[in-house]
């Protein structure tokens, strides 16, 4: 068998026993990789703690759930996330477009919005959705 393939089964089973690791790598991610566009929100979660919020927040019951953090301008801290339905956090979360010297260039009302308007298809990182201004 090839090591790679075995490596990727394992991952993805590992995943599926454990699926609130999953919004714990894309959060922690998205901290590292796009701190800058998101305001420099710190990471300050650990494993346990979005286990914690999976079973608080019955996120096993829900379609899509997503982490949420209630208030947009705070930290990701146990207190301040929720386990939620993608749908409704890609709804109501208000998106801006920067230039890269930082001139704000639009607001959207949600990712939804904004990813239509500029054909991003993903609501990671807008890194490269920001235009030259």
């Known amino acids: 068998m090839n ?3 075995d490596w990727l089964k394992n991952r993805h089973r590992w995943l599926n ?3 609130w690791m999953r919004s714990y790598l894309n959060a922690k991610k998205r901290c590292s ?19 914690f919020l ?3 927040d019955k ?6 759930p997503s982490i949420d953090r209630v208030n947009p301008d705070n ?5 301040n996330c929720r386990f939620i339905e993608q749908e409704l956090n890609n709804r109501f979360k208000p998106v801006e477009q920067y230039s890269l010297s930082w001139k704000l ?4 009302k949600s990712v939804t919005e904004a990813q239509l308007s500029l054909g991003v298809k993903s609501s990671g990182c807008f890194a490269k959705a920001v235009k030259k201004g």
């Open 59 to 64: 996120a096993y019951l829900m379609k899509k």
């Open 75 to 79: 930290d990701y801290v146990r207190s």
């Open 33 to 51: 990789r796009c701190g800058v566009y998101y305001k420099r929100i710190n990471f300050r979660m650990n494993p346990n703690d979005f286990k």
């Open 105 to 108: 260039l639009r607001r959207f």
């Open 17 to 19: 026993n454990n699926p």
């Open 3 to 5: 090591k790679k393939y």
């Open 54 to 56: 999976w079973f608080r």
